[in-house]
T-cell receptor, first 115, second 113 residues
Framework: DTGVSQDPRHKITKRGQNVTFRCDPISEHNRLYWYRQTLGQGPEFLTYFQNEAQLEKSRLLSDRFSAERPKGSFSTLEIQRTEQGDSAMYLC?????????????FGPGTRLTVL | QKEVEQDPGPLSVPEGAIVSLNCTYSNSAFQYFMWYRQYSRKGPELLMYTYSSGNKEDGRFTAQVDKSSKYISLFIRDSQPSDSATYLCAMIRPMDSSYKLIFGSGTRLLVRP
């Protein structure tokens, strides 16, 4: 399967714990996005990477959130001191950077439950 | 007020019906318009993409954009039970160099056999 993959698919944690999610984009895609989706809502943009550079962060990305994309390949999203309000589906998407517009391909998401 | 508004549904129709899904938006800077389909516990997948006002057809799906009214639609002809999913409209402002997607809240569609 050459699509976007995410790991883990599900994560249950206790409030206050740290969690880390991984995203492996489509190999030739330079752009990588993280979105968060809560129940009954559409995905909301969190952050964007062009290769290894993090070029945009949403105000939704508090100081407890950090994302990295070392070497411009896979990306990780870490949440420190999780809160119940962090419970959501975390989606990763990738796209090529050629042209004015390019389709974003989404992974299956990581569903986080904070108890 | 959200930038993109979408009726959450659920919308329940019999098999074979024509389905109409709609979104309105407030920012005229939006220039690219997409419809994504999301099955339960899956990531969204792109159905249709349009840039200009007018209609675009792909099989049973037709996307319509009216920039003057800030209104977009997705029509599904001869709906099938397999079309049961959440349909998300999404938009891009070219001024956002990231080309991040701004989504509506999604409309749940149920096609009854």
């Amino acid at each position: 399967d050459t699509g976007v993959s995410q790991d883990p698919r599900h994560k249950i944690t206790k409030r206050g714990q740290n969690v880390t999610f991984r995203c492996d984009p489509i190999s030739e895609h330079n752009r990588l996005y993280w979105y968060r989706q809560t129940l009954g809502q559409g995905p909301e943009f969190l952050t964007y990477f062009q290769n290894e550079a993090q070029l945009e962060k949403s105000r939704l990305l508090s100081d407890r959130f950090s994302a990295e994309r070392p070497k411009g390949s896979f990306s990780t999203l870490e949440i420190q001191r999780t809160e119940q309000g962090d419970s959501a589906m975390y989606l990763c998407a990738s796209s090529p950077s050629t042209g004015v517009y390019n389709e974003q391909f989404f992974g299956p998401g990581t569903r986080l439950t904070v108890l | 007020q959200k930038e993109v508004e979408q009726d959450p549904g659920p919308l329940s129709v019999p098999e074979g019906a024509i389905v109409s899904l709609n979104c309105t938006y407030s920012n005229s800077a939006f220039q690219y318009f997409m419809w994504y389909r999301q099955y339960s516990r899956k990531g969204p997948e792109l159905l249709m993409y349009t840039y200009s006002s007018g209609n675009k057809e792909d099989g049973r799906f037709t996307a319509q954009v009216d920039k003057s009214s800030k209104y977009i639609s997705l029509f599904i002809r001869d709906s099938q039970p397999s079309d049961s999913a959440t349909y998300l409209c999404a938009m891009i402002r070219p001024m956002d160099s990231s080309y991040k997607l701004i989504f509506g809240s999604g409309t749940r569609l149920l096609v009854r056999p």
